[in-house]
């Protein structure tokens, strides 16, 4: 097991993933630009070092300054939380290269599952459906050529992305002139990579995704699955698993496929596989994301499965301790994403209590919410014995979360959790279009 650290990353994750090195003895590294030396995740550390400026291209996006800072340290591994480097191959070949374990998959296999249509290939064989699309694209003209033969509207999206950057929908060749560049620049700014991909819009649909986790000896357990179809410009606000809108057998059929999936890429550590549910009950796989996801809380919150210390156990070579049939999956847990709408100075912080009702965040009095990097403040999650139980003790908590000077979308999530669509479960992508 590692004795020490490096977290490449800032905010809530990185109080969340120092919270669990703690736990676990081992001593931790931050790294921070110049905006967040008063940060949490800084004066939580046993060790920091500040990287570059506040521009995330010049500090949490380079390369060289993370690797050195944990040479330096003596961290044998480095955590990439998620977004910036967390799905960069490049930057876990170089740790490897350095003798750093990078904590995620291989550089090799982060390669091959870079490749849309190697993933689809994969999923494919393991009984997967896959939604039409294409491979990384080299030009605007290559774009307009394959949303010709794939039919619009379609979906463009980057190839390193994630957390709703880089997404546009295209509804005809104009529309995909005028985005193209834009999201390439915003992919590029966001994770060092500018490179796009199509596929094929399916519309109305749910948004599901299924966690999992591997070890280094074959062994592939799924967290079952969590649906994210309340979004607002491609940003997810609403978490919950398991999904109302997938029954029983469903979830054996689709948890049985991914892990078959996962054990052909010979994936190691934690992922997600995301899918599209049309309104015929069709599960379309779009992409596998190669790290921690924002809302693994809930999957946690369910199952009773620390996922960022088990991510650190199979980066450490350590086999799981459990099988499929051990996980629990009864009751339901529901996660509100907390954003600032504005930067502002935080003056007052309230956080519910009570059984079951958890939130992360790196908020403390005073702190500055700046505006160069992602608005998320927190994360509120509960978990109750029934949807109905858990929907009261959401509703509860959000009007007891007091965050005082600073904007935040508190009163729109809890319209959206009263809204009656999202009462009965029967909500979809379409249900937060008209925001």
């Known amino acids: 097991m590692f004795s020490k650290i490096l977290i490449a990353n800032r905010g809530e994750i990185a109080v969340r993933i120092i919270r669990a090195c703690k736990e676990m003895g081992i001593s931790t590294v931050a790294v921070y630009s110049e905006a ?39 961290a044998q591994a480095i955590h990439p939380g998620y977004g910036f480097l967390s799905e960069n191959a490049h930057f876990a070949r170089e740790c490897e290269n350095n003798g750093v374990v990078f904590i995620g998959p291989s550089a090799a296999v982060m390669e091959k599952l870079s490749n849309k249509a ?34 619009y509207p379609v979906m463009l999206k980057a190839c390193e992305g994630g957390g709703g950057r880089g997404i546009r929908q295209i509804n005809d060749k104009e529309s995909l002139l005028r985005e193209y560049p834009l999201a390439s620049s915003e992919s590029e700014a966001a994770f060092g990579d500018g490179s796009l991909y199509l596929e094929k819009f399916i519309y109305p649909a749910r948004h599901i995704e299924v966690q999992i986790l591997a070890d280094e000896d074959g062994n592939v357990v799924a967290l079952g699955e969590r649906d994210c179809s309340l979004q607002y410009h491609h940003q997810k606000l609403i978490e919950e698993t398991p ?17 078959k999936a996962v054990k052909k890429m010979e994936y190691v550590g934690v992922g997600t596989l995301e899918f599209l549910r049309d309104t015929e009950g069709n ?43 051990e996980l629990p999956f ?16 935080l003056q007052i912080l309230h956080v519910p ?30 978990y109750a014995g029934t949807r109905e139980e858990a929907l009261r003790k959401m509703k509860a908590a959000l009007c007891e979360l007091i965050i005082g000077g600073i904007n935040t979308n508190i009163e729109d999530q809890l319209r959206l959790i009263s809204d009656e669509r999202f009462m009965t479960g029967d909500y979809d992508l379409r249900m937060t279009e008209s925001r």
């Open 36 to 74: 967040d030396k008063e940060a949490l995740h800084v004066q939580l550390a046993d060790d920091s070092y500040c990287i570059g400026p506040a521009s995330a291209a010049e500090s949490y996006l380079n390369e060289s300054r993370i690797i050195e800072a944990a040479l330096l340290s003596g």
């Open 330 to 345: 009864a009751g339901t847990a529901i996660e509100c994403r907390i954003n600032a709408a504005s930067p502002g100075t």
């Open 243 to 259: 999904s109302p809108g997938v029954d029983p057998e469903q979830r054996e059929v689709l948890l049985a496929a991914c892990i």
């Open 118 to 151: 190697g993933v689809k290939q994969i999923a494919q064989e393991a009984g997967l459906s896959t939604i039409p699309g294409t491979a990384a694209l080299t030009s605007v003209e290559e774009a307009l050529e394959k949303a010709e033969e794939i039919g």
């Open 283 to 325: 599960f379309w796989f779009m992409e596998m994301n190669v790290r921690l996801q924002v809302e693994h809380c809930v999957t946690e919150m369910l199952t009773r499965k620390d996922l960022v210390k088990w991510q650190i156990r199979t980066a450490a070579g350590v086999p799981l301790s459990f099988q499929q049939e």
């Open 353 to 382: 209590g009570g059984p079951f009702v958890r939130f992360d965040t790196c908020l403390v009095q005073g702190l500055e919410v700046s505006p160069y990097y992602d608005s998320l403040l927190g994360k509120l999650i509960v």
